[in-house]
């Protein structure tokens, strides 16, 4: 008999699989953030800090960092940004590349080219 259990369907064993007992799953009434629009938000952090009009347009890691809120994030942010064609990388600095500069201006003059 001891060699049955081995052999009984899952289904029939007893185990702790599945909700519980009160057919809730655990944090049920929680909103989990999705990982994509976390990135994208410190992705337009880094972009809004580099692009921002009393900057100089270049910040050091470390800065992006204390923005962001770690390091580890703001590395990530930059390296989706700079795949992407958005951002260049200068040894421990980055700034935004001009074809996202320029965007921005004509963003921020509501579509029309400064004359």
């Known amino acids: ?3 049955l259990t081995n052999k009984l369907a899952p ?3 007893v185990t702790a699989g599945g909700p519980a007992p009160g057919g809730w799953l655990p944090m049920h009434g929680q909103d989990m953030p999705d990982p994509g629009c976390v990135l994208d938000e410190m992705q337009r952090c880094v972009l809004c800090m ?3 009009p009393t900057g100089y347009g270049l910040c050091s890691m470390h800065e992006l960092a204390v923005a962001v809120g770690d390091h580890e994030t703001a ?3 930059v390296v989706g940004l700079h795949a992407e064609g ?3 990388r200068l040894d421990g600095f ?3 590349t001009r074809p996202v500069t320029r965007a921005h201006e004509l963003d921020v003059l509501g579509g029309r080219p400064r004359f």
Do not use: I
Request: proline share 0%.
């Open 50 to 52: 580099l692009l921002a």
């Open 1 to 3: 008999m001891v060699g």
């Open 86 to 88: 958005l951002v260049h």
């Open 94 to 96: 980055v700034f935004a």
């Open 75 to 77: 590395e990530l942010a």
């Open 11 to 13: 289904a029939l064993l």
